[in-house]
C-alpha cells in the first residue's frame, strides 16, 4: 500500500521563526514530490520535486528530495502569520495498470502566532 | 489563473436523492482526478481518470461513480446520497507529460440530511 507520512502533524511558531516540515513516503513507481499550500479553500502549488538533491527555492520557502531516504523537507523561514495553512505533501506515482495518480499525506498545521 | 470548475459549490439534499458534482476544464489534460477531504482531514483519492473513455477507482473506495466522455469533463454522481456522503469533494487535473502539478477546482461541499 501505499504510504506518505507528515510530521509534524501541527505546529505554532512565533513570527520570525523558521520551520521544517517532513515528508516521508513508501510508494512503488515514484514519480514525483509535490508541495501545496491549503488554507479554506482547494490547496496551492508550491514546489515539484523529481531529482534527489537539487534544492527548489521560493522566496522564503525552499524544499528538497532525498530518493534515497524517501523523504522530503519544506523549510519557512522568517515566518509570517500568512503563511497559517494546512501543508501538504504528495507523491506522484504510477499504479499497477501503469496510469499515473497523486496520493496525499495527511498534512502538517502550521499556526504563526504574532 | 487555473480553468478548472466546480459545481455546485454548496449543496444540501435529502437522504436518497441523486446527485451529480460537475467537474470542467479548460486546459487541455489528459489527467482528471477526485478527491474527498473532510474537515481538517487528509485528501483521500476517490477517482481518477488517464483520459476520455479511461476511470479509475483510487485509494479510498466510495459509493459514487464518475464517467470521462469529454477530456474537459469528469462528473461525480452518487445515485442515493446517505448521511455518510457529507464531505467536500475537490476535483483536479493535470498535463499528460510526467506527473505534475495539480491544479484544483473551488470544491463542492456536499451535505447529506
Known amino acids: 500500500e501505499d504510504k506518505v507520512v507528515q510530521s509534524p502533524l501541527s505546529l505554532v511558531v512565533h513570527e520570525g521563526d523558521t520551520v521544517t516540515l517532513n515528508c516521508s513516503y513508501e510508494v512503488t513507481n515514484f514519480r514525483s514530490l509535490l508541495w501545496y499550500k491549503q488554507e479554506k479553500k482547494a490547496p496551492t502549488f508550491l514546489f515539484m520535486l523529481?531529482?534527489?538533491?537539487i534544492e527548489k527555492k521560493s522566496g522564503r520557502l525552499s524544499s528538497i528530495l532525498d530518493k534515497k531516504e524517501l523523504f522530503s523537507i519544506l523549510n519557512i523561514t522568517a515566518t509570517q502569520t500568512g503563511d497559517s495553512a494546512v501543508y501538504l505533501c504528495?507523491?506522484?506515482?504510477?499504479?499497477?495498470?501503469?496510469?499515473?495518480?497523486?496520493?496525499f499525506g495527511t498534512g502538517t498545521k502550521l499556526q504563526v502566532i504574532p | 489563473e487555473a480553468d478548472i470548475y466546480q459545481t455546485p459549490r454548496y449543496l444540501v439534499i435529502g437522504t436518497g436523492k441523486k446527485i451529480t458534482l460537475e467537474c470542467s476544464q479548460t486546459m487541455g489534460h489528459d489527467k482528471m482526478y477526485w478527491y474527498q477531504q473532510d474537515p481538517g482531514m487528509e485528501l483521500h483519492l476517490i477517482h481518477y481518470s488517464y483520459g476520455v473513455n479511461s476511470t479509475e477507482k483510487g485509494d479510498l473506495s466510495s459509493e459514487s461513480t464518475v464517467s470521462r466522455i469529454r477530456t474537459e469533463h469528469f462528473p461525480l454522481t452518487l445515485e442515493s446520497a446517505r448521511p455518510s456522503h457529507t464531505s467536500q469533494y475537490l476535483c483536479a487535473s493535470s498535463e499528460y507529460a510526467g506527473v505534475g502539478e495539480l491544479f484544483f477546482g473551488e470544491g463542492s461541499r456536499l451535505t447529506v440530511l
Open positions: 523529481t531529482s534527489s538533491g
Open positions: 504528495a507523491v506522484g506515482l504510477s499504479d499497477s495498470g501503469g496510469y499515473q495518480k497523486v496520493t
